[in-house]
Protein backbone atom coordinates (compact mmCIF):
# COMPACT_ATOMS: atom_id res chain seq x y z
CA UNK A 1 0.00 0.00 0.00
CA UNK A 2 0.82 3.31 -0.61
CA UNK A 3 2.10 5.76 2.03
CA UNK A 4 1.40 9.11 1.16
CA UNK A 5 0.47 12.06 3.51
CA UNK A 6 -1.50 14.91 3.61
CA UNK A 7 -1.61 18.12 6.36
CA UNK A 8 -3.37 19.38 7.77
CA UNK A 9 -6.29 17.38 7.53
CA UNK A 10 -8.84 20.29 8.24
CA UNK A 11 -8.14 23.83 7.52
CA UNK A 12 -10.73 26.86 8.47
CA UNK A 13 -8.96 29.80 7.53
CA UNK A 14 -9.82 33.90 7.00
CA UNK A 15 -10.22 35.20 3.44
CA UNK A 16 -6.77 36.78 2.51
CA UNK A 17 -4.48 34.27 4.13
CA UNK A 18 -1.82 32.66 2.53
CA UNK A 19 -2.08 28.42 3.12
CA UNK A 20 0.20 25.95 2.10
CA UNK A 21 -1.47 21.94 2.06
CA UNK A 22 1.76 19.95 2.52
CA UNK A 23 1.78 16.15 0.59
CA UNK A 24 4.53 14.06 0.73
CA UNK A 25 5.03 9.95 -0.35
CA UNK A 26 7.85 7.88 0.35
CA UNK A 27 7.29 5.37 -2.17
CA UNK A 28 9.33 7.30 -4.91
CA UNK A 29 6.86 8.12 -7.19
CA UNK A 30 7.74 10.12 -9.80
CA UNK A 31 4.19 11.50 -10.72
CA UNK A 32 2.19 13.23 -8.19
CA UNK A 33 -1.36 15.30 -8.67
CA UNK A 34 -3.17 17.29 -7.06
CA UNK A 35 -7.32 17.10 -7.30
CA UNK A 36 -9.90 19.17 -6.11
CA UNK A 37 -13.56 17.85 -5.11
CA UNK A 38 -16.14 19.25 -4.01
CA UNK A 39 -19.20 17.55 -2.05
CA UNK A 40 -21.09 14.94 -4.50
CA UNK A 41 -18.66 16.23 -7.50
CA UNK A 42 -16.58 14.47 -9.26
CA UNK A 43 -12.67 14.72 -8.56
CA UNK A 44 -11.02 17.68 -11.00
CA UNK A 45 -7.34 17.72 -11.66
CA UNK A 46 -5.79 20.72 -10.66
CA UNK A 47 -2.04 20.30 -10.50
CA UNK A 48 -0.11 17.27 -11.55
CA UNK A 49 4.49 16.82 -11.84
CA UNK A 50 6.34 14.44 -13.54
CA UNK A 51 9.12 14.77 -11.53
CA UNK A 52 11.47 17.17 -9.88
CA UNK A 53 11.11 20.97 -11.35
CA UNK A 54 8.31 19.67 -13.57
CA UNK A 55 4.55 21.22 -12.57
CA UNK A 56 1.76 21.73 -15.43
CA UNK A 57 -1.71 23.02 -14.46
CA UNK A 58 -4.62 20.49 -14.89
CA UNK A 59 -8.27 20.36 -16.66
CA UNK A 60 -9.45 22.71 -13.89
CA UNK A 61 -7.84 25.75 -13.87
CA UNK A 62 -7.05 27.22 -10.03
CA UNK A 63 -5.23 30.05 -8.48
CA UNK A 64 -2.86 27.63 -6.46
CA UNK A 65 0.68 27.21 -7.37
CA UNK A 66 2.73 24.49 -6.79
CA UNK A 67 6.45 23.20 -6.80
CA UNK A 68 8.45 19.68 -6.80
CA UNK A 69 12.15 21.06 -5.53
CA UNK A 70 12.27 16.93 -3.83
CA UNK A 71 10.65 13.76 -5.45
CA UNK A 72 8.74 12.94 -2.35
CA UNK A 73 7.49 16.29 -1.40
CA UNK A 74 4.57 18.11 -3.73
CA UNK A 75 3.13 21.37 -1.54
CA UNK A 76 0.41 23.46 -2.96
CA UNK A 77 0.42 27.15 -1.68
CA UNK A 78 -2.61 29.68 -1.89
CA UNK A 79 -1.63 33.28 -1.94
CA UNK A 80 -4.77 34.57 -0.85
CA UNK A 81 -7.27 32.23 0.37
CA UNK A 82 -11.14 33.33 -0.76
CA UNK A 83 -14.42 31.76 0.51
CA UNK A 84 -14.15 30.11 -3.71
CA UNK A 85 -11.60 28.02 -2.55
CA UNK A 86 -13.36 25.91 0.10
CA UNK A 87 -13.51 22.33 -0.98
CA UNK A 88 -11.06 18.79 -0.48
CA UNK A 89 -7.97 18.76 -2.02
CA UNK A 90 -6.63 15.65 -2.62
CA UNK A 91 -3.03 14.62 -3.08
CA UNK A 92 -1.82 11.38 -5.01
CA UNK A 93 0.92 9.97 -6.71
CA UNK A 94 1.45 7.04 -9.08
CA UNK A 95 4.51 5.27 -9.93
CA UNK A 96 6.07 6.39 -13.81
CA UNK A 97 4.09 4.10 -16.86
CA UNK A 98 1.24 4.97 -18.59
CA UNK A 99 -1.83 3.44 -16.47
CA UNK A 100 -0.61 2.85 -13.36
CA UNK A 101 -3.18 3.69 -10.62
CA UNK A 102 -3.10 6.37 -8.47
CA UNK A 103 -2.65 6.35 -4.56
CA UNK A 104 -4.87 9.08 -3.00
CA UNK A 105 -3.48 10.56 0.37
CA UNK A 106 -6.39 11.33 2.81
CA UNK A 107 -7.12 14.54 2.00
CA UNK A 108 -7.31 18.20 3.04
CA UNK A 109 -10.32 19.86 3.73
CA UNK A 110 -10.01 23.63 3.44
CA UNK A 111 -12.73 26.15 5.04
CA UNK A 112 -12.13 29.82 3.97
CA UNK A 113 -14.62 32.18 6.20
CA UNK B 1 -20.79 15.66 -22.61
CA UNK B 2 -18.81 14.78 -20.06
CA UNK B 3 -15.65 12.35 -20.54
CA UNK B 4 -16.65 10.21 -18.27
CA UNK B 5 -20.19 9.45 -17.22
CA UNK B 6 -21.93 7.27 -14.78
CA UNK B 7 -25.50 6.45 -13.24
CA UNK B 8 -25.13 8.50 -9.84
CA UNK B 9 -27.61 6.28 -7.96
CA UNK B 10 -28.28 5.68 -5.28
CA UNK B 11 -28.49 1.99 -5.56
CA UNK B 12 -30.43 0.72 -2.45
CA UNK B 13 -30.05 -3.13 -2.44
CA UNK B 14 -30.38 -5.77 0.38
CA UNK B 15 -27.21 -7.69 1.74
CA UNK B 16 -26.84 -10.55 -0.44
CA UNK B 17 -27.91 -9.05 -3.76
CA UNK B 18 -26.34 -8.74 -7.21
CA UNK B 19 -25.39 -4.91 -8.66
CA UNK B 20 -24.37 -4.08 -11.50
CA UNK B 21 -22.69 -0.43 -12.41
CA UNK B 22 -22.08 0.94 -15.68
CA UNK B 23 -20.11 3.76 -17.05
CA UNK B 24 -19.06 5.28 -20.43
CA UNK B 25 -16.56 7.57 -21.69
CA UNK B 26 -16.14 9.49 -24.69
CA UNK B 27 -12.66 9.24 -25.98
CA UNK B 28 -12.56 5.85 -28.25
CA UNK B 29 -8.13 6.22 -27.50
CA UNK B 30 -8.71 5.61 -23.85
CA UNK B 31 -6.10 2.61 -22.56
CA UNK B 32 -6.57 2.85 -18.99
CA UNK B 33 -9.69 1.79 -17.19
CA UNK B 34 -10.04 1.71 -13.34
CA UNK B 35 -13.09 1.03 -10.99
CA UNK B 36 -12.24 2.99 -7.34
CA UNK B 37 -14.19 3.41 -3.93
CA UNK B 38 -14.81 6.16 -2.35
CA UNK B 39 -16.15 6.24 1.37
CA UNK B 40 -18.09 9.19 2.78
CA UNK B 41 -15.71 11.93 2.98
CA UNK B 42 -12.97 9.66 2.61
CA UNK B 43 -10.05 9.33 -0.22
CA UNK B 44 -10.49 7.16 -3.28
CA UNK B 45 -9.06 3.79 -2.96
CA UNK B 46 -8.12 1.72 -5.69
CA UNK B 47 -10.87 -1.06 -6.02
CA UNK B 48 -9.40 -2.74 -9.05
CA UNK B 49 -8.39 -2.48 -12.60
CA UNK B 50 -10.43 -3.14 -15.60
CA UNK B 51 -8.80 -5.27 -18.53
CA UNK B 52 -9.55 -5.59 -22.07
CA UNK B 53 -10.69 -9.82 -21.30
CA UNK B 54 -12.79 -9.18 -18.13
CA UNK B 55 -11.69 -9.43 -14.68
CA UNK B 56 -12.40 -10.99 -11.48
CA UNK B 57 -11.06 -10.25 -7.74
CA UNK B 58 -13.48 -12.12 -5.44
CA UNK B 59 -16.94 -10.92 -5.67
CA UNK B 60 -16.30 -8.17 -8.02
CA UNK B 61 -15.75 -8.53 -11.74
CA UNK B 62 -15.36 -5.74 -14.39
CA UNK B 63 -15.70 -5.71 -17.89
CA UNK B 64 -14.84 -3.41 -20.26
CA UNK B 65 -16.71 -3.35 -23.71
CA UNK B 66 -14.42 -0.99 -26.17
CA UNK B 67 -16.71 -0.63 -29.01
CA UNK B 68 -19.73 0.60 -27.08
CA UNK B 69 -17.31 2.69 -24.45
CA UNK B 70 -18.29 1.24 -21.09
CA UNK B 71 -16.76 -0.38 -18.28
CA UNK B 72 -19.40 -2.19 -15.51
CA UNK B 73 -18.80 -3.46 -12.18
CA UNK B 74 -20.27 -6.28 -11.27
CA UNK B 75 -20.40 -6.99 -7.25
CA UNK B 76 -22.28 -10.21 -6.27
CA UNK B 77 -23.10 -11.24 -2.35
CA UNK B 78 -23.30 -7.62 -1.23
CA UNK B 79 -21.85 -6.97 2.17
CA UNK B 80 -23.31 -4.09 4.13
CA UNK B 81 -19.50 -3.13 3.95
CA UNK B 82 -20.20 -2.60 0.28
CA UNK B 83 -21.86 0.67 0.81
CA UNK B 84 -19.58 3.37 -0.78
CA UNK B 85 -19.27 5.48 -3.90
CA UNK B 86 -17.68 3.84 -6.90
CA UNK B 87 -16.02 5.82 -9.37
CA UNK B 88 -15.12 4.79 -12.86
CA UNK B 89 -11.98 6.40 -13.72
CA UNK B 90 -10.60 6.44 -17.20
CA UNK B 91 -7.04 7.71 -18.94
CA UNK B 92 -8.25 9.08 -22.69
CA UNK B 93 -4.52 9.56 -23.35
CA UNK B 94 -2.63 7.33 -24.75
CA UNK B 95 0.68 9.25 -24.07
CA UNK B 96 2.07 9.25 -20.98
CA UNK B 97 0.37 11.54 -18.74
CA UNK B 98 -1.41 9.51 -16.79
CA UNK B 99 -4.34 12.23 -16.36
CA UNK B 100 -7.18 9.97 -15.33
CA UNK B 101 -10.47 11.14 -15.26
CA UNK B 102 -13.01 10.41 -13.10
CA UNK B 103 -16.78 10.01 -13.07
CA UNK B 104 -19.06 11.31 -10.44
CA UNK B 105 -19.42 8.49 -8.81
CA UNK B 106 -22.32 5.30 -8.44
CA UNK B 107 -23.78 5.87 -4.35
CA UNK B 108 -24.41 2.28 -3.51
CA UNK B 109 -26.44 1.70 -0.26
CA UNK B 110 -26.17 -1.65 0.90
CA UNK B 111 -29.39 -2.36 3.68
CA UNK B 112 -29.62 -4.89 6.42
Known sequence: E?????????????????????????????????????????????????????????????????????????????????PSHTSQYLCASSEWGNGSPLHFGNGTRLTVT | RKEVEQDPGPFNVPEGATVAFNCTYSNSASQSFFWYRQDCRKEPKLLMSVYSSGNEDGRFTAQLNRASQYISLLIRDSKLSDSATYLCVVNPDPGATNKLIFGTGTLLAVQP
Not at chain 1, 11 to 20: A, E, N, S, Y
Not at chain 1, 40 to 49: A, K, Q, R
Request: glycine share 8%; aromatic share 10%.
Open chain 1, 2 to 82: ADIYQTPRYLVIGTGKKITLECSQTMGHDKMYWYQQDPGMELHLIHYSYGVNSTEKGDLSSESTVSRIRTEHFPLTLESAR
